[in-house]
């Protein structure tokens, strides 16, 4: 960048500076659809065309459309495709939905500070218990909390199957030993996944939205 000194401001001397050629060249790009696409944020091609009917100064000089992929708009906008639907429960405590989160940044009373969340699948039935630690011992003793209540009242039916989110705390020894005990087939769901886990999860967001709103 090259100028020659003129003028003074404030008693110091400022240079007069010459753009380069290619902010020219920027300045005079021909207006194709192509341009106001990466003006406009990449929105939608059919949607600049809309936008240049109504916009006054919105003009374009050539509206034929490029012949290859945007690879801003691959980067930027891509998003994973919808997971399958899955077969639901035709019983109670065919399937249940377990969730572990926090710890809470303040204890409750007690001094819990994680709660665990176990849905059924069939009658979406919400159980929830609040934890002091997530030791195994204590996942295990809910557990069997749950099981001996949940069998009590559907006397008919017997847990079959848990699922959830592959956490540390679900696939301990001891828990899978119970799980073999009683023959309850543990299903683990890939790890950062909550999509496959989602009647515990959106129970839980639901529990959440219920005491922000309370």
């Known amino acids: 960048m ?3 000194r003129t003028g003074q401001l404030l ?3 400022l240079p007069a500076l010459h753009a380069p050629q290619t902010a020219y060249a920027a300045a005079v790009a021909p207006l194709t659809l192509q341009l106001w696409h990466e ?3 990449h929105r939608a091609l059919d949607a600049v065309e809309r936008a240049v009917q109504h916009v006054e100064g919105l003009t374009i000089e050539s509206k034929a459309r490029p012949q290859h992929h945007c690879p801003a708009c691959a980067a930027g ?5 919808p997971f399958p639907a ?3 429960a035709s019983r109670p405590l065919e399937l249940v939905h377990a969730d572990l989160s926090g710890p809470a940044r303040v204890p409750g009373p ?3 500070v994680y709660c665990l969340t176990i849905t059924d699948d069939f009658t979406r ?8 630690n997530k030791r195994e011992e204590t996942i295990l003793e809910t557990f069997k909390e749950y099981k001996a209540m949940a069998e009590a009242q559907h006397p008919a039916c017997k847990l079959v199957t848990i699922r959830d989110d592959k956490g ?11 799980h073999k005990e009683h023959g309850i087939q543990p299903q683990h769901t890939v790890r950062a996944t909550p999509k496959q886990n989602g009647r515990a999860e959106r129970g839980f967001r639901d529990l959440v939205e219920m005491l922000c709103a309370s």
Do not use: M, Y
């Open 77 to 81: 906008k891509q998003h994973r495709d």
């Open 39 to 41: 003006r406009l944020n």
């Open 11 to 13: 008693g110091r001397t």
């Open 168 to 178: 540390a705390e679900f696939i301990r020894n001891r828990i899978a030993a119970w």
């Open 2 to 4: 090259s100028g020659r």
């Open 125 to 132: 039935w919400c159980w929830l218990k609040l934890l002091p």
């Open 86 to 88: 899955s077969s639901r």
């Open 110 to 112: 007690g001094g819990v």
